[in-house]
Structures are given as C-alpha cells and as structure tokens.
C-alpha cells in the first residue's frame, strides 16, 4: 500500500489550525455511535475504572480534550463531573450539542461546556472562551491521540500536543491518555479482536493496514465495515477508513516522560487492568500525574 493512496483516502478538512479532521465527509461520525452501541451499557471496567480514579484523586473539572461525539463527557457528568467538552472535528461535535440539546432539562448538563479546539493550541484555544483555566484531569481517550500523524517525521508535533496536556493541568492534576496495541498490529497485521470500549451490536470487520516506510511503521490504516442495515434507519453498509501513527509501547511512555519533564508518575494499565495481568491487550492506558510543583 502506497502512502499516496492512503493520503488521497483521508477527509482533508482542517476544521482549526492543527489537527486535520479524518471525520470531514461525515461517514464515521454518522455511524461511530452505532460502533460505540448503547450508552447506558458503556463498558463497564472502563466507567468504574476511570471514575473511580478521578474520585480517589478528588477531582472535579475534567477537560475531554477528544471528545467525539460527547459520549465519554456524558458518562462523566452523570458521574457527577464538571465536564468541559473539546474537539477537532466539528462534525463530531455536532453529535455532542445535539445530545447536550436532548438532556436540556436535565440539570446536571446545565454546565456542560463543548467547544471546537486544537491539541496544538489547546492552551490558547481553552483560553478564548474559559481564560486562565486549568482542569483537575484531562482524557484523550478511544485511541484518539494516535489520530495525529507525524508529519515532520520527528514526532516534534505529537510531542507538543503533550506537552499542551500537561500545562492545562493543575499540578497534581491527571492525563489519562491511550493507544491501542500498536506493536501486536504491527506484528500481526491484525487488529486485536476483543474490545473494552465498544458494544456494537452489529458485524463489524476492521482491516489493519501498516504502511512501512525505510523499513519504520508510519501509518496504520483501519478500514471498518459496520452492517447496521437491520435496524431500517440506514440502507446500506456503513464503510470507512481511519489513520492512526503506530505508537509503540516503549516510545510512547518515554515521549510522555518527557512531555511532564519526567517528574510526573507514570502508571500504565492494559484494557483497565494491571499490566502483568494481560498478555495481549487491545490498549494500553497511561495514567500521568502532574508534580505539585
């Protein structure tokens, strides 16, 4: 597979400065939430999981800063949370004001803040409509971070991005951030079958791609077939395709590091669970703490 095929299969928006946006033409933002499946059944290690560390670390502004189409924000704010909402991809973003729209009045969403921003300017962006803000935790979360291709080839942006992370938490505060099992894909050329995000009740067929270039992972290519035709709303197969940068394990934790200036603790889990617990994950989740001072 070529990169010019891949380049010319990807939505060329550029719905802020930064990020293109992979959602642009609307195909998978129409359909994610069918992949993502009901939301009151959101997987239940993943809601404990992380609700459960935001409480014992007594946080209460927690910043979505890939907040799709606000499913994730929803689950926090009926846990309880003041959630600010942000994204790239302004078709994302309409799924997440229509569903702030519908729970109206409901008054926990009263606050629900949802925004267009860019991870490369996240700091300036948040300060347009929230100035001087600083959020107890982020989430970047569903593989979203590994949406950011590495176009200099020297990870100098992706770096940056982190880097925005870190200076919108308040020191103590917590980034939780996940990749999928890159280095397995990589390996197998096959995406691990389990899921701890999704409960899509229809067939679903992903077909991994990796691009390699001089002999490195560039790109990895995940084309998804979602038959949702039975439920009568929709006629045919939903089809896409989404590019993800391969982030191995190891490289991922050292650019993180230093992302914090390599005085943050760094916890790593697999698919919610301590890492000697899982042989082959689907994710890695990395949970980063902010130094007090």
């Known amino acids: 597979m070529s990169s010019d095929n891949i380049f010319r299969s990807r939505s060329q928006g550029v719905p802020s400065e930064g990020v293109k946006d992979q959602y642009a033409d609307g195909k998978a933002a129409r359909v994610w939430k069918k992949y993502i499946g009901d939301s009151n059944q959101r997987t239940k ?9 935001l409480k014992k670390h007594g946080c209460e502004k927690v910043l979505d800063a890939a907040c799709g189409t606000g499913i994730d924000s929803m689950m926090l704010i009926d846990e309880g949370f003041k959630v600010v909402s942000v ?38 962006d948040i300060g347009t409509f929230l100035p001087g803000a600083q959020f107890d935790a982020v989430i970047c979360l569903g593989n979203s971070f590994a949406h950011l291709l590495d176009e200099y080839e020297d990870q100098r942006t992706q770096k940056m991005c982190l880097r925005n992370f870190a200076t919108v938490l308040k020191p103590g505060g917590l980034l939780f951030i996940d990749h999928r099992n890159h280095d397995a894909m990589i390996n197998s050329g096959a995406t691990p079958g389990h899921s701890i995000y999704y409960n899509c009740k229809y067939p679903v067929d992903i077909k991994t791609s990796v691009l390699v270039v001089r002999g490195k992972p560039e790109i990895i290519t995940l084309d998804y077939c979602i038959d ?3 439920d009568g709303l929709i006629t045919e197969k939903s089809e896409f395709r989404l590019c993800y940068y391969p982030h191995r394990l190891h490289s ?3 650019m993180l590091d230093e992302a914090f200036d390599n005085r943050a603790k760094h916890s790593i889990y697999a698919d919610f669970k301590p890492l000697e617990q899982v042989d082959n994950p689907a994710y890695y989740i990395h949970v980063m703490q902010k130094a007090l001072d």
């Open 45 to 53: 290690n993943y809601r404990e999981f992380l609700s459960g560390l």
């Open 87 to 124: 994204d790239a991809s302004d078709k994302m973003l309409k799924h997440a004001l229509k569903a702030r729209w519908e729970k109206r009045k409901d008054p926990k969403y009263d606050e629900w803040v949802i925004e267009e921003a860019s991870w490369e300017t996240l700091p300036k």
């Open 228 to 230: 949702a035709t039975e």
């Open 252 to 254: 991922f934790i050292r």
